[in-house]
């Protein structure tokens, strides 16, 4: 299972606000999205809320200031501090708030923000006037200027009855924005990222327009998939109401003329570009300035070409230094692989992730998606139907192998290595005992030298063009991460390189 936030810690702190009962929903979420999520609730909090209720959902402790006076006291805050990823507090009271700004630690959560290196997103919640009282406002600045990161609050109706801002924002706010924070760092970190999302819609008069089917959907998956490998993201969405990602810089577009405007914007200072757009091909050669009238004979209406993206990045790509990878869609109704090859050619792509939009279970609409993946050098690679988010992932690991050259990486021992030679192909003991052969991502490699050779230093790494293991390569989840495993004994002629593993 994919969990994009594998292996991460968050302390989450709960304080006393009506608004601590949305924190279950974030502890919950945040736990099936990987995390390791340790709840510490304040005395005003365990009024709202139970200790228990967090336990239930995240299989983790969750601790009140009780547990201050117990035997790991004089650790246990310490402790937590300097194991945590991530340091969210919502709902924060102004209480609360002020403790933070001030160094003031008096209870086990103003003890765990105050010894923790971690970054520290808060939530506001209060009632009519706090939020916007001189002193609650110069606290936030405070922690603002800290490094603090403060979600809302939003405005609406307050516990009061009065109206005005105070109201904690929603549970996938604060998903979102945890998930953005505990993925810098991640493989695509300090990547520049695009990419296009939905239909666009070419207009024949005020009221009517030329459009498609498409959702956005998979296109909003790759930006969420980018943002959690580590990348900064640029979403350019035609008309859709698909909530932005937390993180992404989202540009609405309507037009074909207005995306192509958008794209060659953002690829100024981008190293990749997902055109996952369904960009209309063809618009009213005339746009009617008033509402066309019903009337009894047929209308003619007059199409002309609209700008070829794809064909227009491709022609202008020198011109864009910093442009290293362009992925295209290609959704087709027959000749799958045969018109997104052709695609691909013609466009100069990298890879292309085409699918067949006749099948009522993928392409427009549906939640999932079955697509084969074709590369530049002539491979080609079907994946199996899978939701579309997972399929977002899985076009993000492809993209960054071919980021990284296009090769994937094997250690091995030099004795292993020197047997394979002898025999004409490489089968190690993996093989035999789970059916196939590690692999990784060369940012990957460190993970797995750590985790299967620790103390090695006579390790030797075997480069491998991805595309030359299709079709005995499958990409599995371990430790919620993917990973490329063969499936077949490795070919000898298939490694491009041979060099001593330095770590």
Same mark, same amino acid.
């Given at each position: 299972?994919?969990? %994009?936030?594998?292996?991460?810690?968050?302390?989450?702190?709960?304080?006393?606000?009506?608004?601590?009962?949305?924190?279950?929903?974030?502890?919950?979420?945040?736990?099936?999205?990987?995390?390791?999520? &340790?709840? &510490?609730?304040?005395?005003?909090?365990?009024?709202?809320?139970?200790?228990?209720?967090?336990?239930?959902?995240?299989?983790?402790?969750?601790?009140?200031?009780?547990?201050?006076?117990?035997?790991?006291?004089?650790?246990?805050?310490?402790?937590?501090?300097?194991?945590?990823?991530?340091?969210?507090?919502?709902?924060?009271?102004?209480?609360?708030?002020?403790?933070?700004?001030?160094?003031?630690?008096?209870?086990?959560?103003?003890?765990?923000?105050?010894?923790?290196?971690?970054?520290?997103?808060?939530?506001?919640?209060?009632?009519?006037?706090?939020?916007?009282?001189?002193?609650?406002?110069?606290?936030?600045?405070?922690?603002?200027?800290?490094?603090?990161?403060?979600?809302?609050?939003?405005?609406?109706?307050?516990?009061?009855?009065?109206?005005?801002?105070?109201?904690?924002?929603?549970?996938?706010?604060?998903?979102?924005?945890?998930?953005?924070?505990?993925?810098?760092?991640?493989?695509?970190?300090?990547?520049?990222?695009?990419?296009?999302?939905?239909?666009?819609?070419?207009?024949?008069?005020?009221?009517?327009?030329?459009?498609?089917?498409?959702?956005?959907?998979?296109?909003?998956?790759?930006?969420?998939?980018?943002?959690?490998?580590?990348?900064?993201?640029?979403?350019?969405?035609?008309?859709?109401?698909?909530?932005?990602?937390?993180?992404?810089?989202?540009?609405?577009?309507?037009?074909?003329?207005?995306?192509?405007?958008?794209?060659?914007?953002?690829?100024?200072?981008?190293?990749?570009?997902?055109?996952?757009?369904?960009?209309?091909?063809?618009?009213?050669?005339?746009?009617?300035?008033?509402?066309?009238?019903?009337?009894?004979?047929?209308?003619?209406?007059?199409?002309?070409?609209?700008?070829?993206?794809?064909?227009?990045?491709?022609?202008?790509?020198?011109?864009? %230094?910093?442009?290293?990878? &362009?992925?295209?869609?290609?959704?087709?109704?027959?000749?799958?692989?045969?018109?997104?090859?052709?695609?691909?050619?013609?466009?100069?792509?990298?890879?292309?992730?085409?699918?067949?939009?006749?099948?009522?279970?993928?392409?427009?609409?549906? %939640?999932?998606?079955?697509?084969?993946?074709?590369?530049?050098?002539?491979?080609?690679?079907?994946? %199996?139907?899978?939701?579309?988010?997972?399929?977002?992932?899985?076009?993000?690991?492809?993209?960054?192998?071919?980021?990284?050259?296009?090769?994937?990486?094997?250690?091995?021992?030099?004795?292993?290595?020197?047997?394979?030679?002898?025999?004409?192909?490489?089968?190690?003991?993996?093989?035999?005992?789970?059916?196939?052969?590690?692999?990784?991502?060369?940012?990957?490699?460190?993970?797995?030298?750590?985790?299967?050779?620790?103390?090695?230093?006579?390790?030797?790494?075997?480069?491998?063009?991805?595309?030359?293991?299709?079709?005995?390569?499958?990409?599995?989840?371990?430790?919620?991460?993917?990973?490329?495993?063969?499936?077949?004994?490795?070919?000898?002629?298939?490694?491009?390189?041979?060099?001593?593993?330095?770590?």
């Amino acid at each position: 299972m994919l969990l %994009p936030l594998a292996g991460k810690r968050v302390v989450l702190g709960v304080t006393g606000s009506v608004a601590a009962y949305k924190a279950v929903v974030v502890a919950s979420r945040l736990t099936q999205l990987g995390a390791e999520v &340790v709840t &510490v609730l304040t005395k005003g909090a365990t009024h709202f809320v139970m200790p228990l209720s967090f336990q239930a959902v995240t299989g983790q402790p969750a601790y009140t200031d009780a547990d201050l006076w117990g035997q790991r006291a004089h650790v246990l805050h310490v402790g937590l501090g300097q194991q945590a990823d991530l340091a969210l507090i919502a709902p924060a009271t102004a209480n609360t708030l002020a403790k933070l700004a001030h160094g003031q630690a008096d209870n086990l959560l103003t003890l765990t923000a105050l010894s923790t290196s971690a970054p520290i997103v808060v939530a506001p919640a209060m009632d009519g006037g706090m939020f916007t009282h001189p002193a609650t406002q110069a606290n936030l600045k405070a922690l603002r200027e800290r490094g603090v990161v403060v979600l809302g609050p939003e405005e609406g109706r307050l516990a009061s009855g009065l109206m005005g801002p105070g109201r904690m924002v929603e549970p996938e706010t604060l998903i979102g924005a945890a998930r953005y924070h505990l993925t810098r760092g991640g493989p695509w970190q300090g990547k520049r990222v695009v990419v296009t999302a939905g239909g666009t819609q070419e207009p024949i008069d005020p009221v009517r327009a030329i459009g498609n089917r498409s959702t956005g959907r998979q296109g909003f998956a790759l930006a969420q998939a980018a943002l959690d490998c580590g990348a900064e993201v640029t979403l350019i969405a035609g008309p859709t109401t698909l909530p932005t990602p937390w993180g992404a810089r989202r540009v609405d577009v309507r037009t074909a003329a207005e995306m192509a405007e958008a794209v060659f914007a953002a690829l100024e200072d981008a190293e990749a570009l997902f055109m996952a757009a369904a960009v209309a091909d063809y618009r009213p050669l005339q746009t009617a300035a008033q509402k066309i009238k019903k009337g009894k004979d047929a209308l003619d209406l007059h199409l002309t070409r609209t700008v070829d993206i794809l064909a227009e990045v491709h022609a202008r790509r020198g011109d864009l %230094p910093t442009l290293q990878l &362009v992925v295209g869609f290609a959704a087709e109704s027959r000749d799958l692989v045969e018109n997104a090859r052709a695609k691909l050619q013609a466009k100069g792509l990298d890879m292309i992730a085409a699918n067949d939009i006749t099948a009522r279970d993928a392409g427009f609409g549906a %939640p999932t998606n079955r697509i084969t993946l074709l590369y530049a050098d002539g491979g080609a690679e079907p994946l %199996p139907l899978m939701g579309k988010e997972e399929v977002a992932r899985h076009i993000l690991a492809r993209a960054l192998v071919l980021l990284q050259g296009g090769m994937v990486g094997h250690l091995c021992s030099a004795s292993a290595w020197e047997n394979a030679q002898r025999l004409g192909e490489y089968r190690p003991p993996s093989l035999e005992r789970q059916g196939f052969i590690h692999f990784a991502r060369l940012d990957q490699l460190a993970v797995v030298a750590q985790r299967w050779f620790p103390g090695r230093n006579d390790l030797l790494l075997l480069l491998v063009p991805m595309t030359r293991l299709i079709p005995h390569l499958r990409w599995e989840a371990t430790d919620g991460a993917l990973y490329p495993h063969l499936y077949a004994p490795l070919a000898i002629d298939a490694v491009a390189e041979v060099r001593k593993y330095n770590g």
